[in-house]
């Protein structure tokens, strides 16, 4: 498992990197993420909270964000 700075979970999600090479599950996530954090952009940190825990009960998670 890949260990994920906020810094960079934070930059994902402000972002509009390409997601190309992410899994499907991956990308409807962050996309859904982004969209929340772009409608409200006070959210970001609590949305990273949300990012990290995710990221420790699927560990595949990590592995999938580290390819972006």
């Known amino acids: 498992m890949a260990s994920i700075p906020a810094a960079k979970l934070k930059a994902l999600l402000?972002?509009?990197?390409?997601l190309s090479k992410a899994?499907?599950?991956t990308r409807i996530m962050l996309t859904r993420m982004r969209l929340e954090v772009q409608?409200?952009?006070a959210s970001v940190d609590s949305k990273v909270v949300e990012l990290e825990q995710t990221i420790s009960t699927k560990p595949?998670?990590?592995d999938d964000l580290a390819t972006i």
């Open 23 to 25: 899994s499907l599950g």
């Open 60 to 62: 595949q998670l990590a």
């Open 39 to 41: 409608n409200d952009p």
């Open 14 to 18: 402000t972002s509009s990197s390409d």
